[in-house]
């Protein structure tokens, strides 16, 4: 365990970075306060591209307020191991890892916080260990987009046929995986103004089917840009230039595996409490929720308090509106403590 330092606002916040055996896998995670045991612990669970670095301007506020913070890289990514069979990325392999880092960190219940494939991660553990959760939420995916009648991937894939998609892009190795880690500050550059509200992410779907996602997004500003900083996305370089990008690909890869796992959780509902913020201009709220988003996630977790929504930002609302997010998390975490 590596203990490091980093100031905010005045305050020292001494921030733990462990690896533990969870699972099946060595997992990476950031902890700060770890000796504060009289409330429950807030868990972060970023999705792709992302690291425990997507939290990095949380976690100061969560720390600030009081509470301990555990921020894990997810399966795959940043520094946990990265299997490379796509099959070891389904639910079950996903909801055990969290299971186990609660139990290596002796935590009984947490409240949990997600974005993206991180929302999906907690919305699955919560189904299936309700008892485990002292709340969720949810940040700009509601739930996990699941068509009943038809596997994810054949979807995308007929989807895909019209225009560039990169879910289609990703779904066969090894183009992608040779691709993006070739030139991963461009891919990130490229993407992150892409998901966020300064872009319109539909632009890459005018483009044909089998273009490369490089060419499907043009050149972005230069950094600085007024909410992420060259620095900021060079932390997410240096990490995936290493290790490539075939971990984050494979929970797309997985994601017919994981329809199959969800099939049996159909009409069940987890009574806890639940939060939901989106963004205004999120790529996947507009694009992959159907026309009552919320709806989705109310008929899987009927205790829903409240859904607020962050003007003028998109899916990089961590970074885009880190401000707004943290009143939100703050005011939610509140709530929850009072229950």
Not at 10 to 37: A, G, Q, T
Not at 119 to 139: K, M, N, S, T, Y
Not at 295 to 308: Q, S, Y
């Amino acid at each position: 365990m590596f203990v490091g330092e980093t100031h905010g606002e005045s305050l020292m916040f001494k921030w733990h970075y462990c690896r533990r055996r969870v699972s099946d896998i060595e997992m990476h995670y950031v902890e700060s306060n770890p000796d504060k045991p009289d409330r429950p612990p807030i868990i972060l669970c970023h999705g792709f591209p992302g690291l425990w670095f997507s939290w990095h301007r949380q976690i100061p506020a969560l720390t600030a307020a009081g509470y301990r913070v555990i921020a894990p890289d997810m399966r795959g990514m940043g520094l946990t191991d990265i299997p490379t069979d796509y099959n070891e990325y389904s639910v079950d392999h996903i909801t055990s890892d969290l299971f186990g880092l609660m139990e290596v960190c002796d935590i009984e219940n947490a409240i949990f916080i997600g974005i993206d494939f991180g929302a999906f991660a907690i919305q699955d553990f919560a189904l299936r260990h309700p008892e485990r959760v002292a709340g969720l939420i949810c940040l700009e995916n509601p739930a996990a987009p699941h068509n009943p009648d038809k596997k994810p991937l054949t979807e995308y894939r007929e989807m895909g046929e019209k225009h560039f998609l990169h879910i289609e892009y990703f779904r066969i190795p090894p183009r992608a995986d040779n691709e993006l880690a070739a030139s991963p500050r461009e891919f990130l550059r490229k993407v992150f103004w892409y998901l966020s509200g300064d872009a319109n992410y539909f632009d890459v779907f005018n483009h044909p089917p089998g273009a490369s996602y490089l060419d499907a997004m043009n050149e972005p500003p230069p950094l600085p840009w007024p909410w992420l900083s060259e620095l900021e996305l060079e932390f997410f370089v240096s990490h995936y230039a290493r290790t490539g990008f075939t971990g984050g690909l494979n929970w797309y890869r997985s994601m017919d595996l994981k329809w199959e796992q969800r099939k049996p959780f159909e009409g069940v509902q987890a009574d806890v409490p639940a939060y939901f913020i989106g963004s205004e201009r999120d790529v996947d709220l507009e694009g992959f929720h159907g026309e009552d988003p919320i709806a989705l996630m109310r008929a899987i977790f009927p205790n829903l308090k409240d859904v607020a929504m962050i003007p003028k930002v998109g899916h990089m609302m961590p970074f885009e509106a880190s401000n707004a997010l943290n009143t939100h998390l703050l005011k939610y975490l509140a709530e929850l403590n009072t229950l």
